[in-house]
């Protein structure tokens, strides 16, 4: 259902769809042999040169077609504005009639929906933009990795070949892991995941749809303090991301990058005093999560 800006009221969640483009996979592929330099330190890191290679592994490794979310609020004019966690933390720099991208989905709290003023999720929006907090300028990567630990669900091995089978043939995959020390990947990758995850349990920083959530969670209201909440249920088996399988041509150098990853990580050096621990999947709500959320229900595609 197409709908347009005057559809669109305080509240409302904004989520963006990654939308695959012409010569899309020469594009992540590149980004994707860039990331390996910067990892084995051929190159220096600048993450600005990977965006939408990030973008894509968010939608893979959720299962989901949306990257990011933001949240339309109310200035003190009563200007419709979309507050958003980026690069520069949580901001509000435009209004909803500058907001302009081709692809965007409107949501709505079933809550709010139903009834209940949006002005508590609002008051809760405007008190993060409080100055003296700070967040995470790297969040897409915080994100991706979250996405990628919550969906092996503790079985990374088995979980990394799933994600693969969805771009390589079978075979293509049992070559990438047939003659390699599983467990030793497995202390690498959970190490590795871990570190970058530990911005999530820092309630300081926030990724874009949990700063989403984060406003519907903390609503206050003096009836039913989860009045708003947006629950991790799913009641939706729709919004599964549609993924183009690599053309033919292209999985031999797939196959030679998760080669070279899996080379990386297995040589890097994990501190000898290194435990894993199982993370709360409720720390950290991705884009998908608030699509999904039986809290929530699609208004429509803006145009």
Same mark, same amino acid.
């Given at each position: ?12 969640? $904004?989520?963006? *769809? ?20 910067? $990892? ?21 490794? &959720?299962? &989901? ?7 339309? %609020? ?20 435009? %209004? ?27 008051? =809760? !929006? ?39 089978? #969805? ?7 049992? =070559? ?32 874009? &749809? !949990? ?6 969670? +903390? ?23 549609? =993924?183009?399988?690599? *053309? ?45 959320? #039986? &809290?929530?229900?699609?208004?429509? +595609?803006?145009?």
């Amino acid at each position: 259902m197409e709908i347009t800006r005057e559809d669109v009221q305080e509240g409302d969640i $904004i989520l963006m *769809p990654y939308i695959e483009e012409e010569n899309d996979w020469l594009i992540l592929l590149g980004q994707a042999l860039l990331l390996l330099e910067m $990892i084995v330190g051929i190159r220096k890191f600048e993450k600005d040169q990977l965006i939408k290679l990030i973008k894509y592994l968010i939608t893979l490794f &959720s299962g &989901s077609p949306y990257y990011h979310a933001a949240l339309v %609020t109310s200035d003190e004019r009563g200007t419709l504005c979309v507050m958003e966690a980026g690069k520069g933390g949580v901001t509000m720099k435009h %209004t909803l009639s500058a907001y302009v991208f081709p692809n965007i989905e409107i949501y709505r709290s079933k809550a709010i929906a139903n009834g209940l003023p949006s002005k508590p999720v609002n008051d =809760r !929006a405007l008190s993060l933009l409080d100055p003296h907090i700070k967040y995470a300028e790297d969040n897409l990567w915080v994100l991706a990795i979250w996405c990628l630990y919550r969906r092996v669900d503790g079985d990374l091995i088995n979980g990394l070949k799933d994600i693969l089978e #969805e771009l390589l043939p079978k075979e293509a995959v049992d =070559r990438i892991f047939g003659d390699i020390d599983e467990e030793a990947l497995t202390v690498a990758l959970d190490y590795l995941f871990q570190t970058v995850l530990s911005q999530a349990r820092d309630k300081t920083k926030m990724v874009c &749809s !949990a700063m989403v959530a984060d406003c519907f969670n +903390h609503a206050e209201t003096d009836k039913n303090e989860n009045a708003y909440h947006i629950s991790l249920a799913r009641d939706k088996a729709t919004d599964v991301a549609s =993924r183009a399988i690599p *053309p033919q041509e292209l999985h031999g150098t797939i196959e030679s990058l998760s080669n070279l990853a899996v080379k990386a990580a297995l040589d890097f050096e994990v501190p000898a005093n290194h435990e894993s621990i199982k993370i709360d999947s409720s720390i950290l709500y991705s884009p998908g999560d608030i699509g999904w959320s #039986e &809290s929530t229900s699609k208004i429509g +595609h803006l145009v």
